[in-house]
């Protein structure tokens, strides 16, 4: 099943079962217990983000030619960094590029976003895949200046600015994807291609990143956690490729869908 989360004209906020046809079924029910599809259309009015996360655990590096690009060696054990809350933005809806702080240098990445639907702690890869709900697209947005050289030696304050997280356009449930390392994913700003690889290239796959994230440590239902992006990031061009202000932005993997988001600049 291919989940959207959507506000009607009346400002009501559902979730609804996305059809072959583009319109939805209204859902009943919680999406981490049983939910059920009724045959009551969704009038969507605005999309949003798939779902509101409770914790937002990203990795760096894991794609082996990201990290060649990088210019490092890949890692013995997966890179855990976060991004906050502030950080999620809906479908269609604009990557702020930050002025009062400012960043000169916002770069985009695509990534896989796994939805643990049922909380975990101590997983084995054998079960890891048991406690994910689906999939779907993230943008990774991240300030290279703020991340790299004016951060402390920390990731986490280049990746926490509003809107660097744009999450969507459906969450896709597991049974449709069976196996989420190897799915073709990719960037295309303006209509040209940026990125253009697949998940069979991550370092720790999908079990393994659970395995290791739930190690002494609870995933609650609603975790999301992104997988990293693979190679042509803005920051490896030459000259880099820094998002401009009427940019547009998106991020498509194969079996999920597209996400778009227009480049904005922040109003101080
Ligand atoms: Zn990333």
């Not at 046809?21 to 969704?42: C, F, M, N, R, W």
């Not at 933005?89 to 990557?95: C, M």
């Not at 049974?175 to 700003?189: K, Y």
């Not at 498509?252 to 109003?267: D, M, R, S």
Request: some cysteine; glycine content about 10%; overall charge negative.
């Amino acid at each position: 099943m291919k989940i959207i989360r959507y506000q009607d004209t009346s400002g009501n906020i559902g979730h609804a079962a996305l059809q072959a046809d583009g319109t939805g079924l209204k859902l009943t029910g919680d999406i981490y217990g049983s939910p059920h599809v009724t045959q009551e259309k969704a009038e969507v009015a605005r999309l949003l983000a798939p779902v509101v996360p409770t914790n937002i655990l990203c990795i760096g590096l894991n794609y082996r030619r990201h990290a060649q690009e990088s210019g490092v060696a890949a890692p013995e054990r997966p890179v855990l960094f976060v991004k906050g809350n502030n950080t999620l933005q809906h479908p269609g809806a604009p990557i702020l590029l930050p002025r009062h702080m400012r960043s000169d240098e916002v770069d985009y990445e695509c990534e896989l976003a796994v939805v643990i639907g049922r909380a975990c702690k101590n997983v084995s890869r054998e079960r890891a895949l048991d406690y994910v709900l689906g999939y779907t697209c993230c943008n990774d947005v991240s300030a290279r200046d703020w991340q790299i050289r004016l951060g402390g030696g920390q990731w986490c304050r280049g990746k926490f600015f509003d809107t660097f997280a744009p999450l969507g356009p459906c969450l896709v449930t597991t049974d449709e994807i069976p196996n989420p390392n190897a799915l073709r994913i990719s960037t295309v700003l303006n209509g040209e291609i940026m990125q253009d690889w697949n998940t069979n290239d991550m370092i720790f796959d999908v079990p393994a990143l659970i395995e290791f994230l739930s190690g002494s440590t609870t995933l609650l239902p609603g975790t999301v956690i992104l997988t990293g992006t693979p190679h042509g990031v803005g920051m490896a061009r030459k000259p880099p490729r820094w998002l401009r202000p009427g940019d547009v932005v998106t991020i498509e993997i194969g079996g999920i869908g597209a996400l778009t988001n227009p480049v904005h600049e922040e109003t101080p």
